[in-house]
């Protein structure tokens, strides 16, 4: 995972309070001047400003004109460095929430294209081949279960015609008009389009 960026004069305000903590600069002691510091970290005179009134702000040091940068407490250096580490922290957070955010977007968008192409190529699938069977199950509470294919006139209020059935393991073919419909069979059908929809309508009411 990518580490979230600091900014430059928030690298240098932690570093200053990593080495006051350490004890290389001392409380009461003064830090070298502006220019001193920008030019051992190599950056401009502002970027420093910009760190030491972090530094201030916390507490850590007092900027007074004529006295010049003193650092004032230790214990604010380490309690800045501890804040500023959990502050890191969520910020890497953020940055993989974020991550996953945009892959689990990118997923979806190929999952979809996916299934796009799958309801597609079956829709191609019917058109160029009506003799390819659907099934459809027969549920509890049919009300045509002990009926035969005939007694349910089933071609005439569905417009499809029962080519085979699955019972228990066993697949029985052609299986005639006066074939038992059961609960748990699954009926294979040929018909046009719309027989799928016709079937289970037909099979629910």
């Known amino acids: 995972m990518q580490r979230a960026q600091i900014p430059t004069y928030e690298r240098i ?3 200053l309070a990593n ?3 350490d004890g290389k600069f001392k409380v009461g002691e003064k830090i070298h001047g502006r220019s001193t510091l920008a030019s051992e970290y190599k950056v401009s005179p502002e970027t420093v400003r910009r760190a030491i009134k972090i530094l201030e702000d916390v507490e850590i040091v007092k900027s007074t004109k004529g006295s010049g940068i003193v650092i004032s407490s230790r214990e604010n250096a380490y309690k800045y460095m501890h804040r500023f580490s959990n502050l890191a922290s969520i910020k ?3 940055k993989e929430i974020n991550s996953l955010i945009v892959e689990r977007e ?5 999952l979809f294209e996916s299934v796009r192409k799958i ?3 079956s829709t ?3 058109h160029t081949n009506p003799l390819a069977p659907i099934e459809v199950e027969v549920l509890p509470g049919c009300v045509h279960i002990g009926k035969t294919i005939s007694e ?5 209020n569905t417009g499809g015609t029962v080519i085979g059935m699955k019972r228990k393991g066993d697949l029985i073919i052609s299986p005639g008009p006066y074939a038992l419909i059961l609960e748990g069979d699954v009926l294979l059908i040929i018909g046009d389009d719309d027989t799928y929809e016709r079937v289970v309508h037909f099979m629910e009411d």
Do not use: G, T
């Open 13 to 15: 305000a932690i570093d």
């Open 19 to 21: 080495r006051i903590y």
């Open 92 to 94: 890497d957070l953020e």
């Open 106 to 110: 990118k997923i979806d968008e190929e």
């Open 119 to 121: 309801m597609d190529y």
């Open 124 to 126: 191609k699938l019917r």
């Open 152 to 156: 349910v006139k089933f071609w005439q």
